[in-house]
């Protein structure tokens, strides 16, 4: 490519611009052939050549985003590991002979069979074991996470950080949960266990409630309230002592104004199906008897 570059340039003026006369010829009439063919397309064929063109434009994004996560040394999350893995064998020995996936495949067979040969208690070890290591590589990698998500900031490259990934950023500063609400109270306590809520059923058996009893769970999510408050205060006035104020502000920015066009984004879609489903309803009144004279 350097070799044509300069070859190119070593051209006189005059064949330089030939060439440049002819490729605008040939744009023209790529132009012109492009157009005459989209106007032949059917509505199928044209819906089915932009959803072509969408997949490829998000082929090419997820393409340039793999490079820069890549170039900022973006932390991968470590894969989850099977309590089945960590039985104490060398190897499972297989028979020989067969390509990789075969061979594969009767390894797996090979493990099934040793594990299920295991006894409880060592299976159960086993797998409070592979709980621990997973717990582990992961608060690892929400700290190397967090750690990035900071980089990117200090980069003014917070266009890349997902709302995720501000939320786990966001933990990692020890940002206050949030209060409950009366329900979610009730549905967490003693009372609401016994009565065996659920998402579906817990604001009905909680309006069935007594009074007193409704109060004492509004009473509490009054207290959870001003304690969140308290705790946001004291948590922000530490951000700041740090210096990490303008940080903390952004991830929450970040977060709050998508989830805010998310939530736009889903009451003006289900408003339009509203209005599409909703045609003119008939008059059901009756109109009065002329009344005769």
Do not use: C
Request: cysteine-free; proline content about 3%.
């Amino acid at each position: 490519m350097a070799n044509l570059g300069k070859m190119w340039n070593s051209l006189p003026e005059n064949e330089a611009n030939m060439y440049k006369f002819k490729a605008k010829e040939l744009q023209e009439k790529y132009k012109v052939a492009k157009a005459e063919w989209e106007a032949r397309l059917s509505p199928l064929q044209e819906e089915a050549l932009l959803h072509q063109k969408e997949e490829h434009s998000e082929a090419l994004k997820k393409r340039r985003l793999k490079k820069v996560f890549k170039e900022t040394e973006k932390p991968e999350r470590v894969k989850r590991v099977l309590a089945i893995n960590l039985m104490d064998i060398e190897d499972v020995d297989v028979p020989e002979g067969g390509n990789q996936k075969e061979k594969f495949t009767r390894q797996v067979q090979r493990k099934t069979e040793l594990w299920n040969a295991l006894p409880e208690n060592e299976k159960e070890a086993l797998k409070e074991k592979a709980k621990l290591q997973n717990k582990n590589a992961n608060v690892n990698y929400e700290k190397k996470l967090a750690s990035w998500v900071q980089n990117m900031f200090d980069e003014h490259r917070m266009d890349i950080v997902t709302k995720p990934e501000t939320k786990v950023a966001l933990e990692q500063l020890g940002m206050p949960s949030r209060n409950k609400a009366a329900l979610q109270l009730f549905m967490m306590s003693e009372l609401g266990k016994e009565k065996g809520v659920t998402v579906g059923t817990a604001k009905t058996i909680f309006d069935k409630l007594s009074n007193a009893q409704r109060e004492t769970f509004s009473h509490q999510a009054m207290e959870d309230k001003e304690k969140y408050q308290q705790e946001w205060q004291d948590w922000m006035g530490k951000m700041e002592s740090k210096g990490l104020k303008s940080y903390a502000e952004a991830l929450l920015g970040k977060s709050r104004a998508k989830h805010t066009a998310e939530k736009v984004g889903r009451k003006s879609t289900s408003k339009g199906k509203k209005k599409k489903g909703r045609g003119k309803k008939k008059s059901t009144k009756k109109s009065p008897k002329k009344s005769s004279t």
